[in-house]
């Protein structure tokens, strides 16, 4: 170790030379850095290191600010000696540094998951386009730091750097999210100094920054400067160790002291401990060790003392010392000072275990990217903190810091605050995984394994390293490990997100996305051999995307249980979403389908005026999925003018998907007009050397016999076509084809071109008057308008909406589960007529003394009877409370229960007194009372005519079609009460989940029709299950009495169904028959009784069975007594009591990025929805029921994929459901129990005007 850091450390006299291909080359990574180690900052007194004012402190600054720059679009494109003190940068921009320069409006900002953002070709980097970011900034040294060591630190510059100092050449740097130190004290003067940095956007490096995140760069951590004396403290390593008792505990510091003297130094180093009181902790005083050190050498000089019984750290008990270092010369004055937070904490893995402090941790954690919607990956210290804080009030316990070291601020709040670290390595190659086993990148993945462990190795948070994520699982993975190891033995224990399962190396085993089953039977011992004696941790278990997080009950119920099972991290914590200005093209044609321009493209001239120049960097135009694009007739026309440049991706022009149709280069070389029937038909043709880069006017023309081509008017190629033209579910876009552009695999680029006029219509069009023509234009677009219109949340290339809160911090729904499912108190009915409760208390250190107990009797969800309890259990053991209740007499029609909660005692630095930490309900046994139902006098009637039945009472008049079965009129007093429906539904919005291909093995491929949408979306809608259309088969229609009808309906639904076809000839079609019975009372009520029955080819799985009411938008409000107060699905419903709620519409709606299925509420007894006059429907089940109220349509929320495209309905929509399948996650999808199968179902149902 010593000669490695003399050797660091010892070249700071000379410069350094940069060759031109430094970022193409695996074995040059970093050139003139210092070693790494722990950053401090080095105050000149104990006393200013006590008080640690980084602002006041004389031997540090902090370089962010405002710096020169300016980018260009590839390292050739710098301005020549940029680097030198006199170089005019008069006309460069500013720019607020840190940042990352594409959140800055500088370049184009790409979402990727599994590919790389340019063509993959390691350790190659594209010559033609490597954005590159020149900084300059001048600082002055103070006189007082004369004879001082100075150190420039780099904590996060992404994605290769040069530095130079006053035009000197003084290091490079590979990396990005690794702190990048240089000494630069030969290069400075006293005064001002020019300091000049080029950023390179792609490096060989790169390679191993292939994170599911969004691509950017740019220096965007802090930039310090550092004075320190002549013989200074390079590093330290704190080290406690608890004996066997874990009682009293060794501390060990080490300090690595470095001379640039020209003499032998000597000195003492001095270290004390604080508590929070400022007390020494240490019973015999300072520790104090001599040392002495040759010129331009180090030493290292290690201290320990027995610590008895000190306080001890964990997630629970966060608590901190203060360790004071001090250097004194040989003269006995301090030349440097500095303090760390430490904490008493140890490590350990063995037999099947990982414990912190020798007791076994159960860790409900998450994956947390950094990442702003305004500032990318330079995250303001606010907004870390505000993530902290979110995790632990819903009992998160754990971070995997996803896929890098996170800023180390970060980590300092997770020592503050309480919070186990799983610290990340900075390598994914994800589809180059073959580079771990290349010898030649090795000491790159080292590199970023020794820059990360000596930085983050005193932060007892920091509990288990992981050696990166799915970047293979080669020889150079077990270097990561090893290397780590030799830097910090104090953590035995190192994991690894790697896809591969079974890794030897690593301390720590998954799985990743299993299923709950499978985890048990590892928990068993039935996956690994006998003798392989390692915890498991499952670093990424449940993916949360969009509307999701099913099924989390099912796997703590095994993680409780098993001693092996440690827990695992959700994927993610953060939604991806960058805040981009919504850049509207108005469509000229009737149709209005308006354009979103996506990334960044230009202005600039075209054919008739402007036209839209595409970079070929995520730069497009999307529309919104809207019936008149798609066009599923026999004939099509697009036209447009065109500059096309010719670039590694071809290029494409307009295009709805693979599957439907679109004109693009099938090649470098060949031109493609294409539609899809049965199959996909294609018109090519060859285009000419002078096809780019000049205008040209390109007309396909499918006339219902023939695709025909046209470049600048001529017909160039023809081929014959029958049959319809296929609509499937992807967005019709210029300069992208949606469907297989997206994020997951589309390296690269996408397309490069100027265009001008666009125009599609759904009719074969003559060339000769397709401008002059209106007849059919479903789209126009001339670029000659554009206009802005708030904001919204880009995804990128089809990016996934991972995440459990959305960009601007609110929480989504799904938080509220991983609270419950974690949640340290399990309380469980041991005789609760009596209010006996058996409590296990699951905390790892916490006795439930230093809580509160809480508890209520609530009646259909009104508190009747509330009261506090003292519960005084330790930490991992079992015991019994009783709640001195009184048992309630109640209706006969109402339910009783019992609700204990866990709260607070008094404020934490994380949440207030009172926070919630865990509950329980359970229903109370009471005696009844019975009341007498009021009797109705009134009457009811029943006519028909040719096309409708029309019940009639005293306050009421109901109409029924005939040939549907639908209500056309439900008056109450006067009042219409229905808007349309009761309408039949298996359909609803695709969730994220739905149509995802991550987890579409879970499906099988049987009824999938290629490109009509991915995963379980494809088998709906290809059976039809999206547009449903009820028919009347037969019908009876019965006056029982004079206070009760009966109508007895058949009722088939099928979305291709014509109605004169018979059900005995329905074998060819999905068809779900509706045996219905509808009981029509004299007060007005109505009664469903309902028998479904499925017919023909059917799903895997029904999205859901109910019935959607259009009821007036007026009824926007809503009261329900089931789960709530928030969203929640059978899979996704223990976090939400049963009780008593209200809400609105516009409140019921959850604004997930890409819309989709929302706002569910299950295990619903009643609810009522109504007007601001208290007039509405009350709706009953026989069983427990679903129900959601949206403002948006169905088909509205089916077709958007951007909030921005959904439009309010003019009704209020009403579902409510018998059955709704889970969310599921996007790896691992609905478990089995969770997915409503088709098969018969009976419900009945009750609906009340008032």
């Known amino acids: 170790m010593f000669l490695i850091l003399t050797f660091y450390l010892n070249t700071f006299s000379q410069q350094v030379d940069f060759l031109p291909n430094d970022w193409q080359n695996p074995a040059v990574f970093e050139k003139g850095q210092n070693a790494p180690h722990a950053f401090h900052i080095p105050y000149a007194s104990a006393d200013d290191a006590i008080q640690n004012m980084p602002k006041k402190c004389a031997n540090y600054k902090l370089l962010n600010g405002q710096w020169k720059f300016k980018w260009v679009e590839t390292p050739k494109q710098v301005p020549v000696d940029f680097w030198q003190p006199g170089f005019d940068a008069i006309g460069w921009d500013e720019i607020e540094v840190p940042s990352n320069w594409q959140m800055e409006g500088y370049g184009h900002p790409k979402f990727r998951n599994v590919a790389i953002s340019f063509e993959n070709d390691p350790p190659n980097i594209p010559d033609y386009y490597n954005p590159t970011g020149c900084y300059k900034k001048k600082f002055t040294v103070p006189e007082s730091w004369e004879n001082k060591e100075v150190m420039l630190r780099f904590e996060g510059i992404k994605s290769a750097s040069y530095v130079w100092v006053n035009g000197q050449r003084v290091g490079y740097n590979q990396g990005g999210f690794e702190p990048a130190e240089f000494n630069i004290t030969p290069f400075i003067k006293k005064g001002e100094n020019d300091l000049s940095v080029q950023v390179i ?128 010369n040989a003269d006995g004055k301090v030349t440097e000072a500095f303090t760390q937070k430490i904490g008493f904490r140890e490590v350990e893995h063995k037999d099947k275990i990982l414990t912190v402090n020798g007791v076994p941790v159960k860790l409900n954690g998450v994956n947390s990217h950094m990442h702003h919607p305004e500032h990318g990956q330079a995250v303001p210290l606010e907004t870390l903190k505000q993530d902290l804080l979110l995790m632990k009030q819903h009992n998160i316990n754990c971070v995997r810091t996803c896929h890098y070291p996170p800023t180390p601020e970060y980590i300092a709040l997770a020592d503050e605050l309480g919070m186990y670290i799983f610290d990340e390595v900075g390598d994914e190659a994800h589809n180059n995984i073959w580079l771990s086993e290349k010898p030649e990148w090795t000491e790159m993945y080292r590199d970023r394994s020794r820059k990360l462990v000596y930085r983050d190795r005193n932060h007892p948070a920091v509990i288990v390293w992981s050696a990166g994520n799915e970047s293979g699982s080669g020889q150079n993975i077990n270097e990561v490990i090893k290397t780590g190891k030799a830097i910090d033995p104090s953590r035995p224990a190192w994991m690894y997100g790697g896809n591969a399962f079974y890794i030897p190396f690593e301390d720590l085993v998954g799985p990743r996305y299993w299923i709950p089953v499978d985890y048990k039977n590892l928990a068993q011992g039935k996956v690994l051999p006998a003798n392989d004696i390692r915890a498991s941790f499952m670093d990424e278990y449940l993916a949360a995307t969009g509307n999701g997080l099913g099924g989390m009950d099912e796997y703590w119920e095994y993680i409780w249980k098993y001693p092996r099972l440690t827990g695992g991290a959700i994927w993610d914590w953060i939604s991806p979403g960058i805040k981009t200005p919504r850049w509207i093209l108005p469509d000229l044609s009737p149709q209005k389908n308006d354009g979103q321009i996506m990334g960044r493209p230009l202005f600039q001239q075209g054919v008739y005026g402007w036209g839209l120049e595409f970079s070929g960097h995520d ?54 007009f294409y539609v899809f029937g049965n199959e996909r038909i294609s018109a090519k043709t060859k285009v000419g050397e002078n096809f780019y880069e000049n205008w040209h006017r390109i007309t396909g023309i499918c006339n219902g016999s023939q695709l025909q081509l046209y470049i600048d008017n001529k017909r160039v190629a023809t081929t014959s076509f029958s049959g ?57 677009l001339n670029f000659e308008e554009d206009k802005k219109d708030g904001d919204f949340y880009a995804v990128g290339l089809g990016g996934r909406t991972y995440g459990i809160i959305w960009p601007d911090r609110t929480v989504q729904p799904e938080i509220n589960q991983i609270k419950r499912s974690g949640q340290p108190v399990k309380i469980e009915a041991v005789d609760i007529e009596n209010g006996v409760l058996k409590v296990t208390n699951r905390h790892h250190f916490k006795n439930l003394n230093e809580l509160e107990g809480f508890w209520q009797v609530k009646v259909d969800g009104e508190t009747s009877q509330r009261g506090f309890f003292d519960c005084d259990i330790p930490a991992g053991e079992t015991g019994e409370v009783t709640i001195d209740y009184r048992r309630p007499r109640i209706e006969s029609t109402t339910e009783c229960l019992l609700e204990v909660s866990f709260v607070l005692k008094e404020d934490r630095n994380w949440a207030p007194k009172g926070h919630e930490i865990a509950w329980e309900q359970f229903a109370v046994p009471t005696d009844f009372y019975f009341v007498d139902e009021e009797e109705n006098n009134q009457k009811v009637t029943a006519t028909e005519d040719e096309n409708y039945i029309r019940i009639n009472g005293n306050d009421f008049s109901y109409s029924i079609n005939k040939k549907t079965g639908s209500f056309v009129s439900l008056k109450y007093k006067g009042t219409e009460y229905l808007e349309g429906g009761p309408e039949f539904m298996v359909w609803r919005a695709p969730i994220a989940n739905d149509i995802d291909p991550w987890g579409s093995y879970m499906f099988g491929d049987s009824n999938v029709t290629p490109g009509m949408g991915r995963s379980i979306d494809n088998q709906l809608r290809t059976l039809g299950m999206r547009d449903l259309v009820s028919v009347v088969d037969d019908y009876e229609l019965l006056q029982v009495s004079e206070d009760e009808v009966t109508l007895k309906m058949d009722v088939f639904a099928n979305s291709s169904l014509d109605p004169s076809k018979r059900k005995d000839q329905w074998f060819f079609y999905s068809a779900f028959e509706q045996k219905q019975t509808w009981t029509f009372s004299a007060d007005g009520s109505i009664h469903l009784d309902q028998e479904v029955i499925p017919h023909g080819p059917m799903p895997e799985m029904l999205q859901k069975v109910g019935l959607q009411f259009q009821l007036p938008k007026s009824f926007n409000q809503v009261q329900w007594y089931g789960r709530g107060p928030f969203e929640n699905y059978p899979d996704r419903k223990t976090g939400a009591k049963v009780g008593l709620y209200h809400s609105t519409t516009d409140s019921m709606y959850v604004p997930y990025i890409i819309p989709q299925e929302y706002g569910n509420r299950s295990d619903v007894r009643w609810l009522k929805v109504h007007n601001d006059d208290d007039r509405g429907l009350l709706i009953q089940g026989n069983e427990l029921m679903n129900f959601s109220l949206h403002k948006y349509t169905t088909d509205n929320l089916s077709r958007a994929m951007y909030t921005y495209q959904l439009e309010e309905a003019p009704t209020t929509i009403l579902n409510v459901d018998y059955e709704v399948s889970g969310v599921g996650g996007t790896a691992i999808r609905q478990l089995q129990k969770y997915r409503v199968r088709p098969d018969v179902k009976k419900y009945k149902l009750t609906i009340k005007p008032f």
Request: hydrophobic share 40%; aromatic share 10%.
């Open 201 to 328: 956007r792609f490096s060989d490096g790169s390679y191993l920054e292939n994170q599911d995140m969004w691509r950017l760069s740019g220096i965007f951590r802090d930039v310090k400067l550092c004075a320190q004396p002549k013989t200074f403290i390079h590093d330290h390593y704190v080290v406690t160790d608890f004996d066997e008792y874990y009682k009293d505990a060794t501390l060990t510091v080490e300090t690595h002291i470095q001379n640039q003297l020209p003499e032998v130094a000597a000195g003492e180093i001095i270290v004390d401990v604080y508590d929070p009181e400022g007390r020494s902790i240490l019973k015999d005083g300072s520790l104090r060790e001599d040392f002495e050190v040759d010129s331009m050498g180090n030493v290292k000089v290690q201290l320990s003392a027995l610590v008895v019984e000190p306080p001890q750290w964990s997630a629970e008990f966060p608590n901190l010392f203060v360790l004071l270092v001090q250097l004194k």
């Open 619 to 672: 730069d497009w135009v999307e529309f919104y999925r809207d019936p008149s694009l798609d066009i599923t007739g026999n004939q099509l026309t697009i036209d447009f003018w065109v500059k096309p440049s010719e670039i590694p991706q071809p290029n494409v022009f307009v295009a709805k998907g693979a599957h439907s149709y679109g004109i693009q280069m099938a090649d470098a070389e060949t031109l493609e």
């Open 724 to 780: 319809n033209i296929s609509s499937t579910p992807f967005p019709l876009c210029i300069g992208r084809e949606a469907e297989t552009q997206d994020q997951g695999e589309h390296s690269g680029r996408l397309s490069k071109m100027v265009i001008d006029d666009v125009r599609v219509f759904n009719r074969a069009v003559n060339i000769n008057n397709i401008e002059k023509e209106k007849s059919g234009l479903v789209l126009h």
